[in-house]
């Protein structure tokens, strides 16, 4: 008898055996999983004091502490009388943060492709996923009404390694979802949520995870598992990888499968905020729901989404907006055109400045600000820049008449902050004082701390930053094959009472991390004075397809390794939140060398001055609002040269004179105690009277007054009797637009500038009668509007002013208006008519305009 084997594939299937902690121990599987733990130092002290060496070595995960917990540590902790009475302290500081009751607020989805919450969470890549997971820390603190929605990463943002050589190298080692602070969404029925999106003609599946995060919740989409083909597992694999189509796979699941797992699990939030425009296509899906669910038409349903939504953009130039070809759209977008009941010309208009232009790309922060009521920029310089980028989306208005706003980004006090200067801050600042911690009358007690005792904290931070860095130093050099002499040769020159310079950000061309080398002599002379040591440390990692930042890498590590530089140009392998909480509580000085006007904002600077470190940066993106003479240093925000090179030149120059006669003498002039009394000056400034103004806190309530409040309201108004106002608002819009091109001028008496000069202090008078083909006289604003001429192609507006409705008769309406102008000089005017609703909230919102 012959026995044929058919199946000679091994079958494996993966099983989780977890670790079972006894009751007396239970609560720290609780603790563990919510990443509150992850801001409270008496937490984490508690999952360190289980082992600390292992604690380090999975990255400060408690998950996986305890998921891998040895069984003779677990008895041994069972009766260990003072961990137990601090494991039941931190229970008890958990509950009542908890326990507390919820402000009132409209409540909110936040919707971002990355979240920088913890080192051991691979969800972000830079500052844009730190800003976000720090939102998230303070949204729980300040007890609002919030949660975020983004997706869950196998691999997320690559780890960095460096060859000798300096080059770059991109490691995606994968997370363990049993080891992260996350469980499944469950339906009625104990089943895994899941959501299905459509990507190109097929269905993908997306699981929903939660992450606890203090008092609200994180929902994450899935999409690496077995109901998915290869390719659509890989959707959630990697952070900003993949081609541009993927790109658009990416941002589809996020928006469209987020609006979709928020309806699944009924949460129904009253304002949507689109961090970034990768959640951009939240707002088609919300427009198919009103127009398949509500009965709406397109135009009304546009007014149901835009009275609820706020857009966000973090990008300074038009190249860093992601766009996509029209026939990619295609692919992936075309039904949706259907499902809204208008023309694919018509879809495709939502994301482009000429709808008939067919080689525009379909830009994502274009279709945001078509379907958001509000904008806003990252810093005030930011949102300044964003009304010159997006002007030309509204003609007949200059840029800073443009709708969008600003809140300046700030950062999480709990995160990081250093417990070091915590616990002196609160020496003096009182009890409970951080949940006031944006009152600058606070802050400003820490001038009543004696010097000496703030600068030894400071200096003890900053041999604890060397420490690491010697440490780091020697097992990555070591990894990476550099000869024991160079290992030792570098680690030896490191002196614990240098002047220590901090740059470490995301290594983009724009940000100028090589500036400080275009004079290599000057730098050697500064750096080489045996009296006044300086120490320069750099971090940071390049996008994989930006090989200009890696280059500027490639540049520091070669310098680095010169004799002259030896310990005192450091570039440290890896960057990442706990780097970062090490090199800003610990670096004397922040250096940052942005390209002017390319900083949207930035936020490594603020957590130095949080923890007393001083600042010295391009007066370009928080720092523009934040400098002060007496508290940091600064490069002007003006170029003196349009070629770049010739402005890196001098902004070197200037770095270096700074250096030599300012920073460096100030630091090194001590008195009898041993400390520069000058330089103490400098910290407590920078403490008292900029890092309040940076604190998250301060940010959550700005966002509340300028956007989240006024959207409650407008979102309320918009929805009564089944979305009536909305849907009057739409139909009262397509009558304006269809009677607008009819509007005529009737009567034009003013005054005769072409022939005569207007005499200073003398009323300018003029009465302007239109044929308004239909729109009443009352729903339309015309505006006196008075220019600079800046150049052939720009205007700046000096004045506006509102005629007043005179009469209305025979389908005329006659304006009037009588003014001072206030102004002495060459103007240009102009007379300007837009429409006006109660419901608009800005002039931009119906986008017409008719000069006279």
């Known amino acids: 008898m012959t026995m044929t084997q058919t199946k000679t594939e091994m079958k494996l299937k993966r099983i989780f055996i977890q670790n079972q902690l006894p009751e007396v121990l239970a609560p720290l599987l609780r603790l563990s999983h919510n990443i509150w733990w992850s801001w409270n130092a008496d937490a984490q002290e508690l999952f360190r004091s289980i082992d600390p060496k292992r604690f380090v070595a999975l990255n400060y995960n408690p998950v996986a502490l305890l998921e ?13 009388k003072a961990f137990l009475k601090q494991l039941k302290s931190v229970e008890k500081a958990f509950d009542a943060y908890l326990a507390e009751p919820r402000k009132k607020g409209p409540k909110l989805a936040y919707f971002s492709m990355e979240y920088g919450l913890h080192i051991s969470l691979k969800l972000y890549s830079g500052g844009l996923g730190v800003l976000a997971g720090d939102y998230l820390k303070e949204a729980s603190d300040s007890n609002v009404n919030l949660f975020g929605v983004g997706l869950l990463y196998r691999y997320g943002y690559f780890n960095q ?14 997370q363990k979802f049993t080891q992260l602070p996350v469980e499944p969404v469950r339906r009625e029925d104990g089943n895994w949520l899941k959501v299905s999106v459509p990507i190109q003609g097929r269905i993908v599946q997306a699981k929903v995870w939660k992450l606890p995060i203090g008092r609200i919740n994180l929902y994450l989409l899935d999409t690496d598992h077995e109901d998915n083909s290869q390719d659509d597992r890989a959707l959630t694999h990697m952070l900003y990888g993949g081609d541009n189509e993927h790109r658009l796979k990416q941002e589809i699941l996020l928006g469209i499968g987020g609006v979709r797992a928020i309806e699944a699990m009924g949460l129904a939030p009253e304002v949507y905020h689109l961090n970034e425009g990768h959640a951009g296509f ?16 397109f135009a009304e349903a546009v007014e149901a989404v835009r009275a609820s939504s706020l857009y966000t953009t973090h990008t300074p130039v038009p190249a860093g907006h992601d766009h996509f070809p029209e026939h990619l759209l295609r692919n992936y977008l075309y039904n949706y055109a259907d499902e809204l009941g208008i023309s694919w010309h018509d879809f495709v208009a939502l994301g482009r400045t000429n709808p008939n232009d067919p080689g525009e790309d379909f830009n994502m922060s274009k279709l945001s600000i078509a379907l958001s009521q509000r904008v806003n920029g990252v810093s005030k310089l930011h949102g300044e820049v964003s009304q010159e980028m997006f002007t030309p989306l509204y003609p007949g208005y200059t840029a800073e008449e443009i709708h969008i706003g600003y809140v300046t980004n700030s950062v999480h006090y709990p995160t990081w902050i250093a417990k070091e200067i915590h616990d002196l801050y609160s020496t003096k600042f009182g009890k409970d004082w951080v949940r006031d911690q944006s009152n600058k009358d606070i802050w400003r007690k820490v001038h009543q701390l004696d010097n000496k005792k703030l600068f030894d904290v400071r200096h003890r931070l900053k041999v604890r930053l060397l420490d690491y860095v010697r440490e780091k130093l020697e097992v990555d050099m070591r990894r990476r094959g550099e000869s024991p002499r160079t290992i030792i040769d570098i680690i030896s020159h490191i002196d614990n009472n240098a002047l220590v310079f901090g740059f470490a950000r995301r290594f983009a061309t724009y940000k100028r991390a090589t500036l400080l080398f275009k004079n290599e002599d000057r730098l050697r002379e500064l750096v080489n004075r045996a009296d006044q040591p300086v120490i320069f440390l750099f971090a940071g990692k390049a996008h994989p397809a930006d090989q200009g930042g890696q280059d500027l890498i490639r540049h520091i590590i070669h310098v680095s390794k010169k004799p002259e530089f030896a310990g005192k140009v450091i570039f440290l392998e890896d960057y990442n939140m706990e780097m970062a909480k090490l090199l800003t509580q610990g670096v004397d000085v922040w250096l940052n060398t942005p390209t002017r006007p390319l900083e949207a904002s930035g936020t490594s600077g603020m957590k130095a001055a949080l923890n007393g470190s001083i600042n010295f940066s391009v007066l370009d993106g928080w720092w523009a609002e934040g400098y002060r003479p007496d508290a940091g240093w600064a490069l002007p925000l003006e170029r003196t040269y349009e070629d770049q090179q010739l402005q890196n030149e001098l902004d070197a120059e200037m770095i270096y004179s700074i250096l030599e006669d300012e920073i460096i003498p100030t630091f090194y002039r001590r008195d009898d105690s041993g400390i520069s009394k000058d330089w103490m000056g400098y910290v407590k400034q920078i403490i008292a009277e900029v890092a309040p103004t940076f604190t998250m806190k301060r940010m959550m309530d700005d966002y509340y007054d300028r956007f989240y409040f006024p959207l409650g309201k407008s979102q309320q108004a918009a929805s009564k009797n089944n979305w009536k106002p909305a849907k009057e608002l739409a139909a009262w819009k397509q009558d304006v637009i269809a009677r607008w091109s009819g509007i005529e001028v009737v009567d034009n008496q003013s005054f005769d500038s072409v022939n005569n000069a207007f005499p200073l202090g003398e009323t300018f008078d003029a009465e302007v009668t239109l044929n308004t083909n239909g729109i009443d006289g009352k729903d339309l604003v015309l505006e006196a509007c008075f220019y600079d001429r800046v150049s052939e192609d720009a205007l700046k507006l000096r004045r506006t002013e509102a005629f007043k409705l005179k009469k209305q008769a025979n389908g005329n309406a006659t304006f009037t208006i009588s003014l001072d102008p206030r102004l002495a000089g060459v103007f240009e005017y102009g007379f300007r008519l837009r429409p006006l609703h109660k419901l608009m909230p800005h002039a931009q919102d119906l986008n017409l305009v008719f000069w006279v």
């Open 68 to 80: 891998t917990l040895d069984p003779n540590r677990i008895q041994e902790l069972t009766t260990d």
């Open 161 to 174: 390694g460096l060859s000798m050589n300096g080059d770059q190298i991109h490691l995606y080692p994968p």
């Open 282 to 297: 939240l707002s088609i899906e919300r427009l198919k729901n009103h127009v398949q669910e509500n009965g709406m038409t």
